[in-house]
């Protein structure tokens, strides 16, 4: 997860976008003939787009753009602690 990464696409596609773009990964994770790296670069695209629907959600309730990036990355940095 990259928050810059997270934060472009947060301020560029509207969440209807996100959620369209995880939907097409998502299915074309389901290929059998993907590689490992390749899943490795889904996985990472799809986590960056799950941050930007969470940061959006955020931002929408009130938070500003920053403590909402912020928040969001305090919240995974705390999840891996565990």
């Keep these: 997860m990259k928050l810059p990464v997270i934060k472009t696409i947060q301020r ?3 969440p209807e976008q996100i959620e369209t773009a995880l939907e ?3 299915n074309i994770s389901e290929a059998p003939s993907l590689k490992e790296n390749e899943l ?3 996985g990472e695209l799809i986590s960056n787009l799950c941050g ?3 940061v959006h959600e955020m931002v929408a309730s009130g ?3 920053k403590d909402a990036g912020n928040a969001f990355m305090k919240k995974v940095l ?4 565990r």
Excluded: F, N, P, R
Aim: some cysteine; hydrophobic content about 45%.
């Design 52 to 54: 930007a629907l969470e």
């Design 78 to 81: 705390s999840s891996i602690d």
């Design 63 to 65: 938070m500003s753009e």
């Design 40 to 42: 490795d670069v889904i």
């Design 12 to 14: 560029t596609c509207a």
């Design 24 to 26: 097409v990964l998502e």
